[in-house]
Antibody
């Protein structure tokens, strides 16, 4: 079964660092892009960025450039999203999702992780 | 940057047809994807490349895209279709190409 399994919920304080994960299975992890999507409480979906685990080519939304770091370890089929200094406004659900093919194909995100809830509160 | 506009809410009676629109400048020239998100769950792809259905998605779900509007149509609506629906495109026209989501539409089954 093709799936993306994300790490569990996190509760952090402002200023702390955090790295959440997204592990792919059931397919060739290095042949698909992995995107990250934020959903703040009661709000819509926001694209954060995307990485190609095969060569770590990474693209960021201008809204998130410099605010987060996207990485991947292809040896363990896992993508990551990390913060160096969390803010209360980072409180949200974060989803990873798979994109097939070259980005110029403008394909959809066909498989989604279950989401990781990040709560930042003092 | 490219903007996608969806109505915040659409209501429909069971058995009727629901149409959810997604507006954007010349969106007909782009590929539009649609996702369904039920409360407490991750999004699920229901339509890709304007009108294709992934396996497992009922034929009641269909899509179209022309001019400045893309439309997700749900025929013979069921209570289980109640969810938020999001359209999505890739914007390759700006200096920073990337993914754009619509604001989402809450479908209520009366």
């Amino acid at each position: 079964e093709v799936q993306l399994v994300q790490s569990g919920a996190e509760v952090k304080k402002p200023g702390e660092s955090l790295k959440i994960s997204c592990k792919g299975s059931g397919y060739s992890f290095t042949s698909y892009w992995i995107g990250w999507v934020r959903q703040m409480p009661g709000k819509g979906l926001e694209w954060m960025g995307i990485i190609y685990p095969g060569d770590s080519d990474t693209r960021y939304s201008p809204s998130f450039q410099g605010q987060v770091t996207i990485s991947a370890d292809k040896s363990i089929s896992t993508a990551y999203l990390q913060w160096s200094s969390l803010k209360a406004s980072d409180t949200a659900m974060y989803y990873c999702a798979r994109h097939e093919g070259d980005l110029r194909s403008q394909n959809a995100f066909d498989i989604w992780g279950q989401g990781t809830m990040v709560t930042v509160s003092s | 940057s490219y903007v996608l506009t969806q109505p915040p809410s659409v209501s429909v009676a069971p058995g009727k047809t629901a149409r959810i629109t997604c507006g954007g400048n010349n969106i007909g020239s782009k590929s539009v994807h649609w996702y369904q998100q039920k409360p407490g769950q991750a999004p699920v792809l229901v339509i890709y490349y304007d009108s294709d259905r992934p396996s497992g998605i009922p034929e009641r779900f269909s899509g179209s895209n022309s001019g400045n509007t893309a439309t997700l149509t749900i025929s013979r609506v069921e209570a289980g279709d109640e969810a938020d629906y999001y359209c999505q495109v890739w914007d390759s026209s700006s200096d920073h190409p990337g993914v754009v989501f619509g604001g989402g539409t809450k479908l209520t089954v009366l």
